[in-house]
């Protein structure tokens, strides 16, 4: 069983930077790519970037593209998103999710195996 903790969501003016971390543990011997999604009030999970093991990133976002940046630190077992320029309508709650493949990441979120329990970000105008 793998288990995911986010942390590093507060509370930012806009223009601020935060940088979220993803904690995995519980590994076993299969390897996983992971995804970071967001969602915000009344809204539905939306896939913002995902990773896969060997470090290659994918973004599906174009609203934050440029914006915000994933990468990973194999030998930590985490993975970071580094959010940069904010918005409010980046204020949503952020989750990092486990995909049980090691070369292929999906930005979809039925295609993933594990979640965390999310980490709440919110940007004040």
């Known amino acids: 069983q793998l288990q995911l903790v986010e942390s590093g969501g507060g509370l930012v003016q806009s223009g601020g930077s935060l940088r979220l971390s993803c904690a995995a543990s519980?590994?076993?011997?299969?390897?996983?790519?992971i995804g970071w999604f967001r969602q915000a009030p009344g809204k539905g999970r939306e896939g913002i970037s995902c990773?896969?093991?060997?470090?290659?990133?994918?973004n599906f976002l174009d609203s934050v593209k440029g914006r915000f940046t994933i990468s990973r630190d194999n030998a930590k077992n985490t993975v970071y998103l580094q959010l940069n320029s904010l918005k409010p309508e980046d204020t949503a709650v952020y989750y990092c999710a486990a995909q049980r493949a090691r070369y292929y990441c999906s930005g979809l979120r039925r295609d993933y195996d594990y979640w965390g329990q999310g980490t709440q970000v919110t940007v004040s105008s």
């Open positions: 519980g590994f076993t011997r299969d390897y996983y790519s």
């Open positions: 990773i896969n093991t060997q470090g290659t990133a994918s």
